[in-house]
């Protein structure tokens, strides 16, 4: 079974939900990528989102977008972000990774190139926000013959061919992007959040990822009341950015994810879940 089944079969059995923290490639810095990993782990995260610094980030806010311009500065590619998969896979052989980009630098390196890469560096997912699934049935295909899960993308807008589509093509998750918008944007609508999950769950079986608009822990809280698990990106990097850089970036990543953990396993206990309780003594 793939380690995102199993991360979320676990989860699902303790009453809890995932923790799943974005960070871009390479930013704040090349040598920090593998050590921040591992930090976030140590925080809390169930998994973890990797992005693949790409020039042209279509739907990523200014935070994203700034992340992957430092780590393209710092002539970061995606042979270095595999590498980066290999090293945090050889000390950590339990989190789930997803490695989350763009076509562009893919279809570069060559697809079947890719996904044989991320084969052998443990990489258990792959997102690429511009394959939308009406043209991305060879590569899930490939991607699942790899072992991989091929992850997509549903919006406050997909209709339910859409979703019915997505659910076909779909695993590990599916990415629901909570609002009509960029990354990083601060006008999330829990409540609206919370009835479009319900909606989805009527039309996809995979655990859904609630993404974008999710800024601090009460936030993070209130959406993990719905949905199966929690992606945090922009204010975990625009922590580090505010940061001084290298340990202090690190430690205020860390420090916000450990309060995001903590306030959604406390929304966990006080729904009084009997699963949670018996593994949190």
Not at 157 to 162: E, F
Not at 176 to 190: E, I, M, N, W
Not at 193 to 217: K, M, N, T
Not at 254 to 281: I, M, Q
Request: proline share 6%.
């Amino acid at each position: 079974m793939n380690r995102i089944a199993t991360t979320f079969a676990r989860l699902a059995r303790q009453g809890r939900k995932a923790l799943i923290p974005y960070v871009t490639a390479g930013d704040p810095a090349p040598e920090t990528t593998v050590p921040l990993l591992h930090a976030l782990v140590g925080a809390g995260a169930d998994m973890i989102e990797l992005g693949i610094p790409f020039s042209d980030p279509m739907a990523d806010g200014p935070v994203i977008q700034r992340a992957n311009e430092r780590a393209l500065a710092r002539r970061v590619s995606l042979r270095q972000v595999l590498q980066w998969a290999r090293e945090f896979r050889a000390t950590d052989p339990e989190t789930p990774l997803v490695l989350m980009g763009y076509a562009n630098p893919i279809e570069r390196f060559g697809v079947e190139a890719f996904i044989e890469a991320c084969a052998g560096c443990g990489v258990d997912g792959v997102l690429v926000v511009d394959y939308p699934p009406e043209e991305a049935g060879a590569f899930a295909q490939r991607l699942r013959a790899a072992g991989i899960e091929p992850i997509f993308l549903l919006a406050p807008t997909s209709t339910v061919q859409r979703m019915e589509q997505v659910d076909r093509l779909a695993g590990g998750y599916v990415y629901y992007v909570s609002l009509k918008g960029v990354t990083g944007a601060a006008h999330l609508d829990v409540a609206q959040v919370s009835r479009r999950v319900q909606e989805l769950r009527r039309h996809v079986r995979l655990p859904l990822a609630v993404g974008f608009g999710i800024r601090d822990a009460a936030g993070a809280a209130a959406v993990a009341a719905c949905a199966d698990a929690v992606i945090i990106g922009s204010r975990i990097i625009e922590l580090m950015e505010q940061s001084s850089g290298g340990d202090q970036a690190q430690a205020a990543a860390s420090d916000f994810l450990r309060e995001v953990r903590a306030a959604v396993d406390r929304a966990a206990a006080s729904a009084g879940n009997p699963a949670f309780e018996e593994v949190s003594r």
